[in-house]
């Protein structure tokens, strides 16, 4: 599948690996790594292999797999309470300009996970 990525972008670039990541995994279209502002442990982040800020501009080849990706990633966390959060726009609390799909567990504060 051919990439469409920024060359000022920093989430085209940690696709790139011209900015380091903690990788989780990756597909033919989409890239896992975790945040480095995490809300909670294990604070993942999923991004389309496609530069565009808002989701309703990515083709949908590219969307195909974000979801069955952030499955993965919390059936791979075991994860049993968390939250998928996608913002569109900086009214909607967007930060960085490229679609992204958060992965954000919450943990059990009574276990004592966090
Ligand atoms: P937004 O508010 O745009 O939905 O979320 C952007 C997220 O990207 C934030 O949770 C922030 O911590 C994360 N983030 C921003 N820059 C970097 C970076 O260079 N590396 C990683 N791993 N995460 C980043
Ligand atoms: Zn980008």
Redesign the pocket.
């Known amino acids: 599948m051919a990439s469409k990525l920024a060359a000022e972008c920093?989430?085209c670039k940690?696709i790139k690996g011209e900015?380091p990541?903690?990788k989780i995994a990756e597909t033919a279209s989409n890239f896992a790594?975790?945040?480095?502002?995490?809300?909670s442990e294990g604070?993942a982040?999923v991004i389309p292999k496609y530069h565009a800020e808002k989701m309703h501009e990515i083709p949908d080849e590219y969307l195909a797999d974000a979801l069955p990706l952030a499955k993965k990633i919390a059936k791979a966390l075991n994860l049993d309470n968390y939250n998928i959060?996608?913002?569109n726009g900086k009214l909607a609390?967007?930060?960085?300009?490229h679609v992204?799909f958060?992965v954000i567990p919450k943990p059990n504060k009574e276990e004592g996970l966090v």
């Open positions: 920093i989430f940690i900015i990541s903690i790594f975790f945040d480095i502002g995490p809300l604070h982040l959060l996608q913002n609390h967007q930060e960085v300009p992204h958060h």
